[in-house]
């Protein structure tokens, strides 16, 4: 691929990321993508031959932004495998409130086929870093079962929040005592490791 070939492919890919926080899932078009992006509306599938490939483009894009945000806690955070653990959730709800369009793109598997197109490799590393920490704090649990059920907790909290139907059922306006609350359910008390 040409530099300019791979110009156009990052316009199209930057032109669905802004689609998406713009107006959301729904929104993204081959034909609104391409049209954002300033080129015909055949265009985007010279690079991407189907609209699965360049949504999932732009899904990697999210993937790449909770992993910076991944590391970034993990290096200026705190110690301790609980509160990294403490804090990775915390860094996940806010990029899935700051970011609803792209969260909800990323997570669905199923409209993805994350297995097929490789998607998979940059999105379960992230569940492995959490695993990891699981692991340190309940050394006889499953794991990977205790953090698929945290994640789903987290990911509950971030939808339910996202459509306000947290705060009018338990009147607060900060997701931090419902984070505690997960955390203690899932991870035990603090100070525990």
Known sequence: MTESEIGLRERL????????EA???????????ARRAGVSHGAPRRYFPTHLE????????GFADLAERVRATLAHGPAGPRAQAAALARTYLEFALDNPGMYELMFRHDLLESGHLGLRETSLPLFRVLAGLVGELLPGADARRVTGALWANLHGIAQLWRWRSLQLAVGDEDFAPLLDAVLLAHLGPEGGR
């Not at 890919?13 to 998406?20: K, R």
């Not at 107006?23 to 993508?33: D, F, P, S, V, Y």
């Open 13 to 20: 890919v930057d032109a669905g990321v802004e689609l998406l």
């Open 23 to 33: 107006e959301g899932l729904q929104a993204l078009t081959l034909r609104e993508i």
């Open 54 to 61: 360049l949504l999932s483009a732009i899904a990697r894009r």
